[in-house]
């Protein structure tokens, strides 16, 4: 989930969690002077349209994509991805510098780098109308969806446009997309519903940006999540199937692993979903999920209380573990080849991708593993797991800091709010606030701390709750600098 939110300071988050936007002076300098190690052997592909879609203001453009459709209903699928290897000198002070970041981490003021941004926003960056080094894909997909082949190597690309995701979701709305992406809502589609997805646990968060009202105070709204941001992602996850699949089956390499849920977590899910409103049928989570409008505050709810589906996921090394799949992006139904999945299409801002790339392009043209892969998959396995862990708490907590800020002026009054899970004995219940969209927790009593009834119809005061129900609730504590948000009623 993107959180925007200009108006706020993140620098005791940054000073708490010890991330550093600078970089020291011999990584800049290595940055400054690189040069495509690779220029001679590539591949010219300037031929093929190409246009890449991001976040308004984004320079750290990883993906570039193009797609044509052949004569038989199959697509063709060309999807360039920066190449940031060829500018990195093994044993060098920016090669040192990756393994020690891992990934970028993402706050909603700045971004806290894996590259320096001579290197991630200019030199390896498919920038419009540049010419610049990329791995190229070339995927097909038959009628159904699935991918029947694919190549991948070392080209030269130029992207014809850069688009924000609103651009081309305004443009396909009016019939008027890039003739580069004029398949890309169909294709995306198809991938949806294909035998290998339809069933995978896929996450798909709106934005929230925190804004200043007149009058000084701050409220949290969601930005539309665009159907075009879910075409653009199927792009991505069919290019890691393809890579961890490939992987797999050499039994070399770096998988994105994620168990599927326990059965009393898929149980509690869809308790959780009843709580919220949500009339549940025999379809599988994944697929109910597809469903949804994460555009409402309700559907962003269910989005949440789902990710308790997908906790767990790890990088695998195969050879020494034999291939998982990844529950989120991809179902081994019976029937249907199995499929695996890697990280390959963020070289600029994960360390594993830039990993996973060398040993794809190895297996396929039939070539040794260069020497620095092998011999830093170890440290890139600590320095994934490590950055995972900090930018996901790190996410967590400029989330609990807006929440606390937006709602620091109105301890005391009353929200009504559904409650999705109640623990008896601690006394303490998981309540959803409509507006703004919160989950928080919340403390209850017995008869003598009953709320006053709300005005609004179906809002119960207090007594014992009942999962499910609306109840009207009062904000208790809204603390920015503990980042602690708590109702109780």
């Not at 017995?446 to 119809?457: F, N, W």
Request: hydrophobic share 40%; proline share 8%; glycine share 6%.
């Amino acid at each position: 989930m993107k959180l925007y939110a200009a108006h706020l300071d993140f620098t005791a988050i940054i000073d708490e969690f010890r991330l550093d936007p600078a970089f020291p002076p011999d990584v800049l300098a290595d940055a400054a002077t690189a040069t495509d190690q690779h220029a001679a052997g590539r591949v010219d592909a300037t031929h093929i349209p190409l246009v890449t879609i991001d976040p308004p203001g984004s320079m750290d453009l990883d993906q570039a994509v193009g797609i044509t459709m052949l004569d038989d209903e199959r697509y063709r699928v060309h999807y360039a991805i920066a190449d940031p290897a060829a500018f990195i000198t093994p044993g060098g002070a920016l090669h040192a510098e990756s393994l020690r970041r891992g990934q970028s981490i993402y706050l909603p003021d700045q971004t806290i780098r894996l590259h320096p941004p001579a290197l991630s926003e200019n030199k390896a960056s498919l920038l419009p109308n540049a010419t610049r080094p990329a791995i190229l894909w070339t995927i097909d997909l038959d009628p159904a969806g699935a991918w029947i082949d694919y190549t991948i190597t070392r080209a030269i690309v130029r992207s014809r446009a850069r688009f924000t995701y609103e651009e081309t979701q305004a443009a396909y709305d009016a019939g008027t997309l890039h003739p580069a992406i004029a398949h890309l809502p169909a294709v995306g589609k198809l991938l949806q519903t294909s035998a290998a997805r339809r069933d995978a646990i896929t996450l798909n968060f709106p934005s929230q940006e925190v804004q200043q009202t007149p009058d000084g105070l701050f409220e949290l709204i969601i930005e539309p999540r665009l159907p075009m941001m879910d075409y653009n992602s199927e792009i991505s996850l069919l290019a890691g199937r393809c890579a961890g699949t490939t992987m797999a089956n050499a039994g070399i390499g770096i998988l994105r692993t994620l168990a599927e849920p326990e059965p009393t977590a898929v149980s509690r899910f869809w308790a959780e979903a009843e709580h919220l409103g949500y009339t549940t049928h025999p379809a599988s989570p994944g697929e109910f999920l597809r469903t949804l409008d994460a555009n409402t505050s309700r559907g962003m709810a269910i989005m949440r209380e789902a990710q308790k589906l997908l906790r767990g996921s790890e990088y695998l090394e195969l050879g020494a573990n034999p291939p998982r799949s990844h529950s989120g992006v991809i179902t081994n139904n019976d029937g249907v080849r199995p499929e695996y999945y890697a990280q390959v299409t963020a070289p600029l801002r994960r360390l594993a991708d830039r990993y996973a790339t060398e040993i794809v392009l190895s297996l396929v043209a039939e070539t040794p593993i260069p020497d620095w892969v092998t011999c830093d998959l170890e440290q890139v396995f600590a320095a994934m797991t490590a950055s995972g862990r900090l930018a996901a708490t790190v996410d967590h907590a400029c989330l609990d800091y807006c929440e606390a800020e937006v709602l620091k002026t109105f301890v005391g009054n009353r929200f009504p709010a559904t409650v999705v899970e109640v623990n008896p004995r601690q006394k303490t219940a998981r309540v959803f606030v409509d507006k703004p969209p919160v989950l928080a927790d919340c403390d209850y009593g017995g008869a003598s701390d009953l709320a006053e009834p709300s005005a609004e119809p179906g809002v119960k005061p207090g007594a014992e709750l009942v999962e499910g129900e609306r109840y009207c609730v009062t904000l208790s504590e809204a603390d920015p600098v503990r980042r602690v948000v708590r109702f109780c009623i």
